[in-house]
């Protein structure tokens, strides 16, 4: 069933049916919508599903149904109950279309169009505010929901947008409640941020708002801690975290991987005053402060799996070229899995653009294994193994230290 014809079921029985949202602020963006949501007006939640008895009945705070893979939500009223994103009651009968938008977030995001008439609902300036490339929150109602802080660093990162002074002033209002949002949204906001063309703004936002540190005090660990000047005139640590970022998110449209550069250095946070500006073992010491960052954003496991190859690995990925050959094999085949990851962190911090092995890896790795190699018993493979892939890199000549 096409939207049209919804619509115009809709509009039979008495209401209306418009787009919102996301799908708007894309349209007029000239950008290609993820996904197309509904608001319906004018109509009970009884109504709408005898008219549409297939529409599946979801959402555990307000009423949304699934129809052909679209969602189509009430037009609701809000009312503020308990601290936290999910701290609200809602009303859904006779709310029009202009005060369903007036609780919507930024005014890019509370644009309505009528999907008979193709009228624009634009009451709040979105249309300006994406030609001024401006975030503005809609209205007095946004400071209600503090996740708002997190989506509004994300567009603007994203977007390339400028959050406007009075609705700066509104997110950091807000930090007080930061703490009460789960994992899992603080989390969907991050990937967002880190999907940026730049996502270094993303923190550069927060740091901004002065509340970084709610659900990311390691990365605010490393504003300020100082690094030996005649390797990295860039300045502290995080503005060094931030530059191979935003390196890695040239290389690599990858959010994990990007999370990965990141957090290479978050050991450096913790390093004793006393042995600044140098960093020993950070690598090593890396591994508790980004366990607790994990456990705080609740990480996937695969995320945890490859950033802990990153944070202990990348010194040595950084100086592949200038290890022996011994060394570099053992490497290859500590890391066989993450070599495409590890050489994207070390080109961003070692500022070697040549650096060069996940080939040379592959090429390793399928050429002497156990299918090719006849091991006499399986004791010492492992020592057989790594003494012919020595001597496998020997005989391609690379140089070696």
Known sequence: MEHIEI??????AGGALYYVGGCVRDKFMKKEPKDIDFCVTGLSIETFSALFPKAFLKGNFFPVFQLNGNDFAFARKETKTALGHTGF???????????????????????????LTNEIIDIFGGLHDIKEKLIRATSSAFSEDPLRVYRGAQFAARFGFTIEPATKTLMKSMKHELSTLSAERVF??????????????????????????????????????????EYHPEGDVYNHVMIVLDKVAEMTDDITIRFSGLVHDIG??????????????????????????????????????????????????????????????SFLE??????????????????????????????????????????????????ILHSKRVEYLKRKGLPTT
Not at 7 to 12: F, S, V
Not at 194 to 219: G, N, T
């Open 268 to 329: 450096k946070g913790g390093t004793p005053k006393h042995i600044l500006p140098h960093h020993y073992n950070h690598d090593a010491n890396g591994i508790k402060p980004f366990n607790e960052l994990s456990h705080r954003l609740n990480l996937p496991n695969h995320w945890k799996k490859l950033c802990k190859v990153i944070i202990t690995e990348h010194m040595r990925a950084g100086f592949f070229d200038k290890m022996s050959v011994g060394k570099q094999v």
């Open 89 to 115: 009651s809602s009303v859904t009968e006779n709310v029009s279309i202009e005060e369903d938008l007036k609780r919507r977030d930024f005014t890019i995001n509370s644009m309505a169009i009528n999907v």
């Open 334 to 383: 500590r890391n066989y899995h993450f070599l495409k990851e590890l050489e994207i962190i070390a080109k961003a911090d070692s500022k070697n653009p040549s650096l060069s092995f996940q080939k040379l890896g592959n090429e390793l790795m399928q050429n002497v294994n156990g299918k090719t190699i006849k091991l006499p018993n399986r004791e010492n493979a492992k020592e």
């Open 7 to 12: 619509a115009k079921r809709i509009a039979d």
């Open 188 to 229: 969907e906001e991050l990937k967002k941020g880190l999907s940026a063309e730049k996502p270094s703004e993303f923190f550069h936002i927060l740091r901004e708002l002065d509340v970084l540190d709610i659900h990311f005090q390691e990365i605010q660990d490393l504003i300020g801690v100082i690094q030996p000047i």
